[in-house]
């Protein structure tokens, strides 16, 4: 018997079975395939449109001491820009950090009684606005509106009595407190961050399944009497998945770019080819996650074992390097902290090979440890 | 048959020999010293009572599970360290239907014939289909097949390869009997080409279609031969008592006879009274006292399988429950 040892014997047309078969039980598994797109789809809806990051209309009370023809004409700007939503007067500035305080407002504007005067003096008055920054991101685009405000108003309003200060700096500035979070820095990260959230959560279940499922159904003793070797029964699963993969990669970049105006300034090869890394990555993780289960509830639990940490401590929803020492030493054993980085990389910086190359390695490795677990770990028989 | 290089089976004179096989789970002992000899071109008969250890004995001999102690062969090949050649020169059909229900029939047929490396795949898979009749229904997904047809089709698709040996696990179990009597004419085909057969069953009617029985239970092997030898083995005698009125006095005379001495068993078919004992003559006497006066007529008659079987199981219990 000239048989090959054991672990070099792969044959390509057991592993092309493999795959053939699963391609078509994915094709008549309609609830799996039509998930499959309505994850990204849904996740894109929730995370992009749902968690605005450019919110409108926002809560806003004015302390008007001034009740000029001016503070008027200067409200109704604010108005006019979308951002703001004027619910209340207030009397005093006490009143406008207590409903900033209570939630009920997100922004205080404050004019001071001689406003106007002193803008007709050209005394460059200063206006308040009060903002609560909790959330950086609700906040910065409002803001900017306002101080764009500035000129416009003036120039428009004024523009008779105060032609003579054409040219010279504005006549009256805007001071803005950010209260409660005064960094307030805002990135285009929560896209890109999305593909892997919805690689990992898909990948990671759909093989987390795929040898429970035959165990459950029973066909597992049919496959174990078969002469498919491990190697090739696994890693004929995945293959189906690093299509599957790719397209749900693609319906998320093309609303990144195309609904959500995420700038793409890298390379889509670069791209792709960590993408490809990462798909590999994530349904290792399923795989082993499907030799150690013993049913697919089992299976549906390792999966949210695994996807946990991964969404909140890989930099997807807090900043990184915010974190404890000891969480981001637990965040480089797990695969989405480098894709994170290299996705947001290739994305918003522009980076190549050399500079991907420092994330790229781990995330491989990461790959081969697992599936060597893997293979460890499948039964080869029902004892 | 096509003889491959990977696919030779090794000459030897048994098709399956085994011997003192033990199988444990947790505390259970399912099998028990297990021995037996299976030659090639045999229908091996494999009966014994629901979880007697059937199924756990013939999944140790394909080499899907790992005896704890014992050892033997399978077409040659070692049922220990040589379940890769043991997996690709066997045929083995599951208890329940193990294939695709989501793959159509053609579909699963092709998946098996690629992950056995089938030379001619194409040809093979449709020369099953023709065989078996299954043609015209090549396009409709296994799920939605009746049981019969279902059995149908696992056993195409365990003889695609061209076992040497099949492993049949109940085959038959909820198929109606025209389809099981099609079913047992094409294992008796396969057997005339030299293929071995170890088939697992509760019915008598294929335990008599057999060359040859193993009856066990508790995992032990109780008895094994032709049917001829197992039933001359435990030397029964058996009465038939007919009578014409309707079955429930029949049932009342069964009552009346049991533990009786002589009287080890009853059985009613039909109309007639199966008596079984060992010892001929107190058995003669015991029935004749009780049927002095009563409209029955008894003849000797030959002890059938059902009434051996029905004894080793009785013994056994006996014998287990003796134990201390």
């Not at chain 1, 998320?252 to 300034?265: E, Q």
């Amino acid at each position: 018997m000239n048989r090959p040892p054991f672990l070099f014997a792969f044959s390509a047309t057991r592993f092309w079975g493999v795959v053939r078969k699963e391609f078509l039980q994915l094709k008549r598994d309609r609830v799996t395939f039509a998930m499959i797109i309505g994850i990204p789809v849904m996740l894109l809806i929730l995370f992009g449109y749902a968690i605005n990051m450019d919110p409108k209309r926002l809560k806003t009370m004015v302390v008007d001491a001034d009740r000029s023809e001016f503070s008027r004409s200067f409200i109704v700007a604010m108005h006019n820009t979308d951002y703001f939503d004027f619910i209340r007067e207030l009397n005093n500035e006490t009143e406008g950090e207590a409903a900033l305080a209570r939630g009920d407002a997100q922004f205080v504007v404050n004019i001071p009684s001689d406003f106007s005067r002193r803008l007709v003096r050209g005394e460059r008055p200063a206006l308040l606005v009060i903002a609560d920054a909790t959330d950086p991101a609700a906040a910065s685009n409002a803001i900017g509106a306002v101080t764009q405000l500035v000129g416009s108003v003036a120039w428009k309003d004024l523009g008779g009595s105060l032609a003579r200060l054409n040219g010279s700096p504005p006549p009256f500035e805007v001071l803005v407190h950010r209260r409660y979070n005064p960094e307030g820095i805002t990135q285009y990260n929560i896209v890109p961050g999305l593909m892997g959230i919805i690689l990992t959560m898909t990948m990671v279940m759909m093989t987390g399944l795929a040898m429970t499922r035959e165990r459950e159904r029973g066909t597992m003793e049919n496959l174990l009497a078969t002469p498919v070797r491990p190697l090739e029964m696994m890693t004929g699963k995945i293959v189906p998945y690093i299509f599957i993969g790719l397209l749900q990669a693609s319906i998320i970049l093309l609303a990144a770019i195309v609904l959500f105006g995420v700038p793409f300034v890298g390379g889509i090869v670069e791209l792709y080819g960590i993408l490809l890394a990462y798909i590999a990555a994530t349904l290792t993780v399923g795989i082993t996650i499907s030799s150690l289960a013993r049913n697919q509830l089992q299976g549906v639990q390792m999966t949210f074992f695994f996807f946990l940490p991964n969404i909140l401590i890989s930099g997807f929803v807090f900043p990184f390097y915010g974190m404890p020492y000891w969480a981001q030493v637990i965040a480089h054993a797990l695969p989405m902290t480098y894709f994170n980085r290299l996705v947001r990389g290739i994305m918003l910086k522009g980076n190549s090979w050399p500079d991907l190359w420092p994330d790229l390695w781990p995330l491989m490795a990461f790959t081969v440890i697992l599936m060597g677990i893997a293979l460890k770990f499948y039964r080869r028989t029902l004892d | 048959m096509i003889a491959r290089p990977e696919n030779r089976v090794r000459n030897s004179e048994f098709a399956i020999d085994v011997r003192g096989l033990n199988k444990h789970f947790g505390n259970k002992h399912v099998v028990d010293n297990l021995s037996l000899q299976v030659r090639p071109g045999e229908i091996f008969g494999f009966l014994g009572p629901n979880g007697s250890g059937k199924t756990t004995s013939i999944r140790l001999m394909c080499g899907l599970l790992t005896p704890d102690s014992g050892s033997g062969t399978c077409l040659g090949y070692d049922i220990r360290t040589e379940s890769d050649a043991i997996k690709r020169n066997v045929g083995y059909m599951t208890q329940r239907f193990s294939f695709w229900e989501d793959l159509s029939i053609h579909e699963n047929l092709d998946f098996v014939a690629r992950v056995y490396q089938t030379p001619s795949r194409k040809a093979a898979v449709n020369n099953a289909l023709i065989n078996l009749g299954l043609k015209e229904r090549a396009n409709q997904l296994a799920g939605t097949l009746s049981g019969g047809w279902k059995q149908r089709l696992a056993l195409a698709a365990c003889m695609l390869h061209q076992p040497a040996l099949l492993l049949l696990d109940e085959p038959t179990a909820g198929v109606d009997p025209a389809a099981r009597r099609d079913f047992w004419e094409e294992l008796h085909r396969l057997a005339a080409q030299g293929i071995s057969v170890l088939v697992s069953t509760h019915y008598m009617d294929e335990a008599e279609r057999c060359h040859k029985l193993a009856y066990i239970s508790h995992g032990a092997l109780l008895a094994q031969g032709t049917a001829q030898e197992i039933v001359a083995a435990q030397k029964l005698f058996t009465w038939a008592i007919k009578g014409e009125i309707a079955d429930e006095s029949l049932t009342r005379l069964s009552g009346m006879l049991t533990n009786k001495p002589g009287v080890l068993q009853t059985a009613a078919f039909g109309n007639v009274l199966h008596v079984t004992g060992r010892d001929p003559a107190m058995l003669e006497k015991t029935l004749r006292e009780t049927l002095v006066g009563l409209p029955y007529e008894m003849v000797r008659t030959e002890t059938g399988l059902e009434e051996v079987f029905i004894h080793l199981m009785r013994t056994s219990a006996e014998a287990r429950k003796a134990k201390p």
